[in-house]
């Protein structure tokens, strides 16, 4: 069994909803799920190699997230369920005769004996077996053969897209895994923001402007999501007994590296002062639309006008490294401060 620490003494009565974990796991030979294929090539081999005893221990605080989201996915879940939607489906002015149309999870005999149904499936896990693996999948929903998944996340997600890519390889898979239920070219993302400001949706261009709000992706076909299956399974074939060196680095788009930050110091004895404060900063993500080029530019420009002081640039960090369960033997995190 593994022991959970709680260094942050979080309440028991929290604790306990944290750990809680009703997950259906799937502890098989060769068996990969969706999401476990989308991690980086080192991500997928080298936890394995690291015994049991000598893993880093979890924390009560690291499934904070975790357990939010799949509360939020059995909420969204159960309202569904067992003629709920029903009753909020005339509060929303549907007719009676399009709420009877409504079936949830059918089996093939109810699908049959309806007429002209409106299908909806919930939370319903698939596998495929290829190349001598077994694939899985759990879609949150599939409403009318389009595929949907809600995420609970930042405002960022949304004004970046930076989570498109990902998005859209994930519906695909469960496309592949479902071609009977998903038919539908295009996936929704709905969007739960946790960090929504009404004043910034009123002023700010690009911005949001409600709480919860959808984006449809148009998938890969099932052929292509194929092929990049096939593809991936390759990769893991061939480095799964590398030595770990040899095992390809992850990109800086898979390390979810921030970008380099250009700080301007009017007085360059205080560039290397411990504490010191700059005296401007050029942050891609904030002014410069993820271009640091435009921004060590601005620097520079800057520091030309003033016609004194220096530039100091602040690699960017590899976001991903403090959650990923290779760090302690992967050689490529050396590389970089994670302080």
Known sequence: MQIITNRS???????VWLIHDNYDYIDEPNYISATGLMKPIRQIILPGRIPVEEREP??????????MGGALHDSIEKSWLNGRHKLALRKLGYPQHIIDRVLVNPTKEELEAAKDPITIYLEQRSFREIDGYKIGG???MVCEGRVTDTKSTSVYKWIKGSGDDDYRLQMSIYRWLNPDKITDDYGRINFIFTDWSKFEANTKDGYPPRR????????????????????KLKLIEKYKDAPEHLIPECTPEELWMTAPLFKYYADPAKAHQPGARSSKNFDPSKDFNDDPLAAMRA???????????????????????AYCPAFPICSQKDKYNHD
């Open 9 to 15: 003494e979080i309440s028991l009565e929290m604790a």
């Open 58 to 67: 979890l924390d009560v605080e690291d499934l904070i997230s975790s357990a």
């Open 212 to 231: 919860i709000m959808h984006r449809d992706i148009e998938l890969l076909s099932i052929e292509e999501t194929e092929a990049w299956i096939r593809d």
């Open 138 to 140: 759990k879609f949150d």
């Open 299 to 321: 620097a520079n420009a800057h520091l030309a006008e003033k016609g004194k002081g220096v530039i100091v640039t602040v690699p960017g960090k590899p976001k991903r490294c």
